[in-house]
């Protein structure tokens, strides 16, 4: 499975999740940390990504009323952060069997 997750959500369910993330990840300015890419869950990245985890969940809970899987927002999350990085392309045209 790649990071879209579409196999657990609709369109609407989708898009919403991708744009709630980008809104955010912008609010919050997580690509101006000076630490993207710490990964010991104390940094304030982590603690940020964790967080925007937490309030997406919620937000999708109210919005559509059902729980989606865990891994639907992480996978979300990170394509968003793609996205605004303008790298989501490359991960699309990617051979099958790199993915």
Request: a negative charge.
């Amino acid at each position: 499975m790649g990071l879209d997750c579409r196999e657990f959500l609709d369109v609407k369910e989708y898009e919403f999740l991708i744009n709630w993330f980008m809104r955010q990840q912008k609010q919050h300015q997580l690509a101006e940390l000076s630490e993207p890419y710490s990964y010991d869950g104390y940094s304030l990245y982590d603690q940020k990504v964790n967080q925007l985890i937490a309030e997406a969940t919620i937000a999708f809970k109210e919005t559509f009323q059902r729980e989606a899987p865990a891994l639907v927002f992480t996978n979300l999350f990170h394509l968003a952060e793609l996205e605004l990085q303008g790298k989501r392309d490359r991960l699309i045209k990617a051979p099958k069997t790199l993915q």
